[in-house]
Nanobody, 115 residues
């Protein structure tokens, strides 16, 4: 069973930055794509950003220009650099990894943007 462990969440003021990390228990070359999703209280889980095994990226409109997803294959790690954070970015952020027949999820890390 694949394990994904997120870290890097926390409390930050509006306009601040955080970098989330997701470490996989096996080589991320195995996955077609990896990504970050988030879920705010009372809302459905939504896509934030994805990156394919070939390095192609995709972002939600709400984070374009502020967030950057990247991967370090040698460390089996995917990152989400979040800049210019807004209160509406407050949510639990989940790491996701996909193979053709299954999706794997991490346990989530809380991001709170508040003054």
């Amino acid at each position: 069973q694949v394990q994904l462990v997120e870290s890097g969440g926390g409390l930050v003021q509006p306009g601040g930055s955080l970098r989330l990390s997701c470490v996989a228990s096996e080589s991320i070359f195995r996955f077609n794509a990896m990504g970050w999703y988030r879920q705010a209280p009372g809302k459905q889980r939504e896509l934030v950003a994805t990156i394919t095994s070939g390095g192609s990226t995709n972002y939600a409109d709400s984070v374009k220009g502020r967030f950057t997803i990247s991967r370090d294959n040698a460390k089996n790690t995917v990152y989400l650099q979040m800049n210019s954070l807004k209160p509406e970015d407050t949510a639990v952020y989940y790491c996701n990894a996909q193979i053709p027949t299954k999706r794997f999820w991490g346990q989530g890390t809380q991001v709170t943007v508040s003054s």
